[in-house]
């Protein structure tokens, strides 16, 4: 089993920066990848970001990029996601994920967190 628990949201305005954390507990070497996905009212959950848990294998299946990183403290066990910019359609529930597919599909991730919510306005 595998626990996730994200932090790190909350307001910010139009422009700024926010750091997303994800603690991993658990058997942390029964998975491989670890992701970012984000959901709005109405709409399906989308990849934000994925990285193998060593951190050497990333990417970013939105357009997003130029302006997020994503990181993996493997010693500790830390997911985070690093976000410059911010855009009000960023607004959104953010949601930590690992599983054992290098997959944009939420499908493909067993194990989620229960989401941090952030909120980009002025």
């Known amino acids: 089993q595998v626990q996730l628990v994200e932090s790190g949201g909350g307001s910010v305005q139009p422009g700024g920066s926010a750091r997303l954390s994800c603690k991993v507990t658990g058997y942390y070497n029964s998975i491989n990848y670890l992701a970012w996905f984000r959901q709005t009212p109405g709409k399906e959950r989308e990849a934000v970001a994925l990285?193998?848990?060593?951190?050497?294998?990333?990417s970013y299946p939105g357009s997003s990029e130029d302006r997020f990183t994503i990181s993996v403290d493997s010693d500790n066990e830390i997911l985070y996601l690093q976000m410059t910019n911010l855009k009000p359609e960023d607004t959104a529930m953010y949601f930590c994920?690992?599983?054992?597919?290098?997959?944009?599909?939420?499908?493909?991730?067993?194990?989620w967190g229960q989401g941090t919510q952030l909120t980009v306005s002025s």
């Open positions: 990285s193998s848990t060593l951190g050497g294998h990333k």
């Open positions: 994920a690992a599983g054992r597919l290098f997959s944009r599909s939420p499908e493909d991730f067993k194990y």
